[in-house]
């Protein structure tokens, strides 16, 4: 069980705590949400309240309930509207709700819409920090596929230090940054001016911290359009780069771009072992054949892929020399594809620290063995024409809507 929020305000380094599924995240998630005292901020792509997602809305109203400010952002295209009777039940607890993006009447046809709100952030008081790929969403549950028999594969982080503050910065800037333009909308000038001065009042700092003493070295990467595009990209390359012994990425939609794929090959030929679990189990068209076309190329330089069948795999981590003093590992929001690393908002959190990277590496060694299906490359050349034609037209589509937004990749 998590420790209480409460508990935290005299962490000096950073404390870092890997979480697996909700299974493991929500009753940590919940914990501290019940220990919250005065503020609680929260930021999700899906908010989906069937089966334990319920859980997390409850506690949300509960700390509105007892006089906690909450803040609930959640995106346009993940969830959109939260539906009745929820929405109504938590604004009438005090629950404060903002959609990031609303699609509107023209949707994905405007390419300004394709950028989301991606990041899954909460925090507590200002003490306390979740972040990861989880969304709140059961793993039992999907809302294309319904029930699913085994859980979805999926990490998060808590984590104390001054990280936290960092990320409570952003997310208040965010919080005030939309309700101005929604203020401006309404012709409500003067209330946009509060809010654009109650935004500058954040200030967002990005810096190492929590080296000294027994505390874990962390960061938090943010990605967004404006000053931080390529953060959590460039950590991924120069991590890569400096790979000595073995590389272990987990990643749901994975198309990299031609520097991530150059220095993953080059990796492998200087005689890292890299390893990649991708998704096994069809979710999206587009994401699903669109990562294929790279395949090759990768397994020929010697990058060994496993396909991971035992239910949708959503993680986005990766684990670097575990087993050494450079020990590297991130867990996060963001995908290794273009959607999440040139258009969208994400978050992840960056671990030096061997404990934790030989636990998050254990975890992923074993969803290798246990549910991975090693991709051998002459059963890869040998697919059918049919599969390879898809590949191909969703591969040229996603290039295509990326010329569009005036990206490159």
Not at 139 to 161: I, K, Q, S, T, Y
Not at 173 to 191: E, F, N, P, T
Not at 303 to 327: C, G, M, N
Request: with cysteine; hydrophobic share 45%.
């Amino acid at each position: 069980m998590a420790t209480p929020a409460r508990q935290t305000k005299t962490a000096t380094d950073h404390h870092i705590q890997l979480l697996q599924g909700t299974q493991e995240f929500f009753p940590a998630l919940i914990a501290d949400m019940d220990a919250a005292l005065s503020d609680l901020q929260f930021e999700t792509y899906i908010f989906d309240c069937t089966g334990s997602g319920g859980l997390v809305a409850e506690a949300l109203m509960r700390a509105a309930g007892r006089g906690v400010r909450v803040h609930l952002v959640v995106d346009g295209l993940g969830t959109g509207r939260l539906p009745e009777p929820w929405r109504s039940r938590m604004m009438a607890a005090g629950v404060r709700i903002q959609v990031y993006a609303p699609l509107g009447p023209l949707g994905l046809l405007l390419p300004t819409r394709w950028r989301r709100l991606h990041r899954k952030l909460c925090v507590i008081d200002g003490c306390v920090l979740f972040c990861g790929g989880i969304n709140v969403l059961d793993d039992f549950h999907d809302p294309n596929h319904g029930e699913l028999a085994a859980p979805r594969f999926d990490f998060a982080v808590r984590a104390v230090g001054s990280l936290v503050q960092q990320a409570g910065d952003t997310m208040e800037q965010l919080w005030w940054r939309m309700r101005a333009v929604r203020d401006v909308r309404h012709r409500r000038l003067s209330l946009a001016l509060a809010d654009l001065r109650a935004a500058s009042a954040a200030r967002v700092s990005a810096r190492w911290a929590g080296a000294g003493g027994r505390g874990m070295r962390a960061a938090l990467l943010l990605r967004d359009n404006l000053r931080h595009r390529t953060r959590i990209e460039r950590a991924y390359l120069r991590a890569i780069a400096q790979a000595r012994r073995e590389i272990i990425i987990a990643n749901a939609y994975f198309v990299p771009g031609g520097k991530l794929r150059r220095a993953l090959m080059l990796a492998a030929r200087r005689g890292v072992r890299v390893r990649l679990l991708l998704q096994g189990r069809y979710e999206y068209f587009m994401q699903y054949h669109a990562a294929r076309p790279v395949y090759g190329a990768l397994l020929a330089a010697g990058v060994e892929i496993y396909e991971y069948e035992p239910s949708f795999l959503h993680a986005k981590v990766a684990v670097i020399d575990a087993q050494s003093r450079r020990a590297w590992a991130t867990v996060g929001s963001s995908n290794l594809d273009p959607l999440s690393l040139l258009l969208a908002r994400e978050a992840n959190v960056v671990v030096r620290d061997a404990s934790f990277a030989q636990e998050l590496r254990q975890r992923l060694v074993r969803a290798m063995k246990n549910g991975g299906r090693p991709l051998d490359p002459h059963e890869y050349a040998a697919r059918p024409w049919r599969a390879r034609v898809l590949d191909r037209i969703a591969f040229a589509t996603m290039r295509a809507a990326l010329w569009v937004t005036g990206n490159r990749y």
